[in-house]
């Protein structure tokens, strides 16, 4: 459902603390650490696999291997990054062991590496450093490692440092010999107003004077990485992920010209400050400079702006404000909140407001250190914040005190990695979203006629059972049943068909390329294709076109026949999952959850998009039909779980937030520069949930929710394998086969505890087992080719049920109904070498797309996680703090992660919200404790809480 909350067996933490607190050095030096380290559980193997095997379906390196050379940046950023090679994973943790060039070893992440050459050095040289190196990460080892010599012995180490010196002397040579143009990169190819993209090897052809990318080598692009690095805020880059999509982000002339303008102000300002000793008081001081001056005054107009501010919300330290002192009932022309318009910022006092957004809000400074301090000067020089620590949060707090954004903002909307075209940070961006979402005066001119309309079938007389929210935004698919007279049953997934209307290279496309995915968040969803038109156009409904995924079962589950079809959708009825439910009288009918408030009341009566059938509408047919769909679905389960395939429902959670009477949602209202904005009264927040059990169903699927979520898997399959057959060119997705080494596989493990488990205790299985069997899992994976998908129990696996809001949905459809259209053409079936020319994607255009493709999808789900996590932290902040909502005074956790940081992430059972247990050295995964809240940090969206009791231990597993 669009706008629900699974929960999700990774870390639950985001903050600085936590980061920094998965490196291990031994020596003095410090890593930068990755903007989110909270890698999960299915990123986190030994991954010892066959060469061969891992070199075809892991081209790019997204796990690294024993001999990549690797660039770690460190927090001093005024220091060049460390060379090092791969040399293992530290067994099920999310630390990998490199060896730098001074042949030190360091514990960090993958994600600490941003640039590879694969395979630089031979494995067995890799080898020969084992005995040497340790085999866990040990913090005590890590702290000798400061007093005493723990490096590698040189007869061991000294060939493999040799080959990472070479290296740096090799670029060092290249930088030598192009100085001129790399210490120029921003100036060479950066735009006078906009932010550009590029590559590493589209820039390295334009600084080293190459004529191809393929002309680049390894010590090339390193050398112009070192380029781009030392030109420090002029250049960015999604650290997580730009080691496999070397992306960068060339920022404008004018953005860099601003932060260089206001660094200078800001330098005359604090020389002034420190040359004349009898300035203590900045705001009545005369400063000689210009840059003295503007500061001056800008924070003398601050401080009048923030004392006003507090008459009416309260500052904290929590990176947020209190909440209004003034409410406003929602009413049907009355919002919960309005705004105010204060004073203007001159043109100069502008640049020093997008400065400090730049670092609070956007968090653009992060690893440079000749930036990182400035911003807090001017905290410091307003006086207004003497007693707190001078953070980003209480930066970002400023900017809501100056009116510059709002005090409940979403920060992650303004992340450059994420790029909604709303934020505007590149200018083409957002002017070709506007275009496209303006009135739909002209459809025409961006959606042509139906390519598949000469052959879409009919299928009269069969319900298509659309089961969603009322409130989903769009209806990708819809579910019919046509049973046979031998007793099997065709189960059609009808999908609604965006690229029979679109070509690939239209506007429309080009947006959800990319936008990859709807982000959906509770203040705002961010659509990947206009609203308008996938409702007027696309959105299943009566008569609608799709493309319809197609499978014949029998009793058992088993799939007999399949096929993909053009068709219409007839018949079709809107149902929520819960009112199947109450229909047929089983599963999850929503008795269960409860309503968290704050704010007031959520206005009721609203219009419904459309119309939707309640359980009391369901006829004895369609009670006949669902039915014998669950019945179907249950089997089918069984058969795809068959062996170590385990199929497991996570929780659901519902977070709304409400300014006004229509619809849930506050809209866009991005950043106030050119004047104060205050903004007085709240949203009203609503979480919908139920109480925290640490077990989850698995296998045995009995409801409306469970069934949908089958046959999508059908569907999926049935397309991946419909284009297997034929050859045709596609993204696939499935585990990667890798050899363990000597450790426990997760098939072993099914084997040894989750079967006896199960047989023993029914088909719920405690959260720290499935933890558990998900670290010795495969990694999933991206191939051209099919590959066995382990979780789920498929041979053939691609996505193809949501078009309207995946971006990757929307490859294989366009590669269906080229086929399609072809078969049509042909009168039969099109074999592997007659498809290549008529398909609009090539192998290698597909194979180019999918680590981008990957990047985005993780930043995306990570952005969805954090929308719901920052107001269901929100809603917690004005209960514990403001008494908005009657909190029990202790309450209960379990914990659902090893330790993170400075605590153990844990789940509040009664209210099912994420939390951080500090002060327990000895927690186990599982285990149950007796609690009391004592910090909710908005900024950070981490709820913080100490022990009272352990209640009970996990059970306990044998090893």
Known sequence: ???????????????????????????????????????????????????????????????????????????????DPVIAVFVRRLGFSILSQFLTSTGKWVHAPDASATFAVPNYIKPELVDKMLPYLPEHDDADMNNQGNLFDLSVPRQASGPVVSRLLNFQKESQEVYRRYAARLDRAHELVADPEDLKFSTLGRIGMILLDRKNEADLSPVDLFTVRLALTRSGFAFGYDRRHHRLTATIYIRSKTQVAMIDQVREWIRQY??????????????????????????????????????????????????????????????????????????????????????????????????LGNLIAQPSLILRATGMYNDVQLTTGIGFMFLQEIGCVVPWENRIRYDENLLIPQSEHSQQLAKMSLLINKPRANPSALIIPDTLKNFRQEKDGIVTYCLDSASAHEIDDGISLEPQADGTAWVHVSVANPTAFLEKDSMVSKVAQHMTETIY?????????????????????????????????????????????????????????????????????????????????????????????????????????????????????????????????????????????????????????????????????????????????VGGRTDASDMVQEFMLLASYVGAKWLHDRGVPNIYRGSLPVLEKGRETSTEYYARVIRPYTEKNGNLVPYHLLSEYLLRSNPGTMAMEPLKHDQLGLTHYSRVTSPLRRYCDMLSHWQIGAVLVEEHRKGRKLQPQEVEAIVPFSRQ???????????????????????????????????????????????????????????????????????????????????????????????????????????????????
């Open 521 to 697: 968040s509770p203040e705002q969803s961010y659509m990947m294709m206009p609203t308008w038109i996938t409702q007027r156009f696309f959105s299943l409904d009566d008569g609608r076109p799709c493309l319809r995924f197609s499978a014949r079962l029998d009793d058992e589950g088993n799939v007999l026949e399949y096929d993909v079809t053009a068709g219409y959708t007839r018949e079709v009825k809107f149902i929520d999952p819960s009112e199947v439910n109450k229909a047929l009288g089983i599963g999850s009918q929503g008795s269960e959850y409860f309503t968290l408030c704050v704010g007031g009341t959520p206005p009721e009566g609203q219009k419904k998009a459309k119309k939707m059938t309640t359980a009391e509408d369901i006829n004895p047919q369609m009670k006949r039909d669902l039915e014998r769909l669950i019945a179907l679905a249950n089997r089918r389960g069984a058969a795809r779980g068959a062996g170590d395939a385990l199929q497991f429902s996570f929780r659901e959670q519902d977070v709304k937030v409400w300014g006004n009477y229509q619809s849930p949602g506050l809209g866009w209202h991005g950043s106030s520069f050119d004047a104060v904005r205050y903004t007085e009264g709240d949203p009203i927040i609503q979480i919908k949930t139920k109480q925290y059990t640490p077990h989850t169903k």
């Open 845 to 959: 255009t597909l194979e180019s797309m999918t680590p981008t493709l990957r990047a985005r999808e993780d930043r995306i789900k990570r952005a969805k996680r954090w929308g719901q996590n920052i107001w269901t932290t929100q809603l917690l902040f004005r209960a514990f703090y403001y008494g908005e909502m009657e909190l029990p005074k202790t309450l209960t956790v379990f914990i659902t992660q090893a330790r993170s940081g400075i605590g153990f992430p844990c789940m509040f059972k009664e209210f099912e919200i994420p939390c951080l247990l500090t002060d327990v050295e000895d927690g186990r995964l599982g285990d149950e404790y007796e609690v009391q809240i004592v910090q909710v940090d908005v900024y950070n969206t981490q709820t913080k809480v100490r022990p009272i009791r352990l209640i009970s231990r996990a059970n306990f597993v044998p090893e």
């Open 270 to 367: 604090r020389d002034e400050m420190a040359q004349r000793p009898g300035l203590k008081d900045p705001l009545h001081a005369k400063f000689q400079s210009s840059g003295g001056q503007i500061i001056q005054k800008f924070i003398k107009k601050a401080r009048v702006v923030i004392k006003e501010s507090r008459l009416d919300r309260e500052p904290t330290q929590m990176g947020c404000l209190s909440p209004s002192k003034k409410r406003f009932e929602i009413t049907e022309n009355q919002d919960s909140y309005r705004y105010r318009k204060g004073v203007e910022w001159s043109p100069e006092e502008q640049l020093i407001v997008k400065f400090m957004e730049a670092w609070a809000c956007q968090r653009r400074f992060r690893g």
């Open 1 to 79: 459902m669009a706008s629900s909350y699974r929960f999700e067996l990774t870390n639950q933490t985001n903050s600085d603390d936590a980061a920094n607190s998965t490196v291990r050095w031994n020596g003095q030096d410090r890593i930068l650490p990755s903007e989110d380290q909270d890698s999960s559980a299915l990123d986190s193997f030994d991954m010892m696999g066959d060469s061969r095997s891992l070199e075809n379906l892991d081209p790019h390196h997204r796990l690294l291997r024993p001999g990549d050379l690797v660039e770690i940046l460190l927090a001093d950023s005024n220091r």
